[in-house]
């Protein structure tokens, strides 16, 4: 008898089969892994690089991507070792893109909003104020105005949806008893000639930015020229909590002014920032599944009773939907507030 059979028959019969097995494994597990990272920064170098850079590093993902995969089959260690450094490579690349205030801004994004606050009285500058001819025409114009927080009456939310219905923009409007509205705004910040994309929004292609407008240039672009489905439900708050969601606001203006942000699809959005505002309000808000399906935001604020409940859910939603009429409709009355605790 042979030394190579003496050595095989002293094996566990299943021995030979087990290893098999887990080499298997181990090759489709880098494979995966290696797929998975080649995938990720093709998607992320075409949102961060324009032609010729862009192809560039898609080819060199290519060649990597190749090389990772011809070790797997021949030299296993050798093709994990790859796909590490691989991985810190991304890595550092991916910290090194960082998020800017300096950047040739589209014109309805030019200036995020920031404020001086004194006691009660607020300024808030670069207030947008554009009067639009349409969805992508309208003259600029960019003011500072005075806010008294001590004459601020109403709070409410703004719900615009485009296409999807479980997708919507939220921004927070403030009514004051002199007639002064603003409403606030976190938004994507697109460079000149940039189009917005949700999928871009994951890697990195967008700062956020915190817009303060006047209701006739922010609501009517909506309703008007991008001829959006806009509903409009007043807030049940007390003055104490409207005044700290408002002041809310100007704090996160400020801080973006001066330590921008990337927007993020999921995390950091224009629904996720009003859920991290109203947190400071009150802790006791509980994270929702329609804080990132927006558009049905109304329902859990309904649920909390931050609207109003008098009416059936959809009698709600229906008698809040504004109609195009070249302009918003006047300020909504003070809503009662059944429990002064809650926000």
């Not at 992320?44 to 070790?71: C, K, M, S, Y």
């Not at 810190?88 to 014109?107: E, L, Y």
Request: proline share 7%; glycine share 6%.
């Amino acid at each position: 008898m042979s030394a190579n059979t003496t050595r095989s028959e002293g094996r566990p019969p299943h021995a030979t089969g087990t290893a098999g097995r887990r080499g298997t494994a181990g090759i489709v597990l880098l494979l995966a892994g290696t797929a998975l990272l080649f995938l990720w920064v093709c998607a992320a170098a075409w949102f961060q690089f324009e032609p010729p850079l862009r192809w560039a590093v898609i080819a060199l993902a290519v060649a990597i991507g190749g090389t990772i995969t011809l070790l797997a089959w021949r030299r296993r260690t050798a093709g994990w070792m790859a796909l590490a450094v691989a991985l810190c490579a991304t890595a550092v690349w991916w910290a090194s893109i960082t998020p800017s205030n300096d950047r040739d801004w589209a014109p309805d994004v030019a200036h995020g909003v920031t404020g001086e606050v004194r006691g009660s009285d607020v300024v808030l500058h670069n207030v947008r104020a554009f009067d639009w001819r349409t969805e992508h025409d309208g003259t600029p114009r960019w003011e500072s105005r005075r806010y008294d927080l001590d004459a601020l009456e109403t709070v409410e939310l703004f719900s615009s949806v485009w296409g999807n219905p479980a997708i919507a923009h939220t921004l927070i409007g403030f009514g004051f008893k002199d007639g002064a509205r603003v409403v606030f705004s976190a938004e994507i910040r697109r460079e000149r000639g940039e189009e917005f994309s949700e999928i871009g929004g994951f890697f990195r292609e967008f700062e956020l930015v915190m817009i303060a407008a006047d209701p006739d240039d922010i609501i009517h672009l909506r309703t008007d020229m991008r001829r959006e489905t806009v509903s409009r439900f007043p807030l049940r708050l007390t003055p104490e909590q409207a005044r700290t969601l408002f002041l809310s606001y100007v704090a996160k203006a400020n801080e973006l002014a001066t330590e921008p942000e990337f927007y993020q699809t999921i995390t950091t959005n224009c629904t996720t920032v009003i859920f991290h505002l109203a947190r400071l309000v009150d802790p006791r808000i509980p994270t929702d599944w329609r804080i990132l399906l927006s558009g049905y935001l109304p329902d859990y604020l309904y649920e909390l009773g931050i609207i109003r409940t008098d009416l059936p859910l959809d009698e709600v939603k229906r008698a809040a939907v504004l109609v195009p009429d070249g302009r918003p409709p006047p300020a909504s009355k003070p809503m009662p507030v059944p429990q002064a605790d809650q926000l």
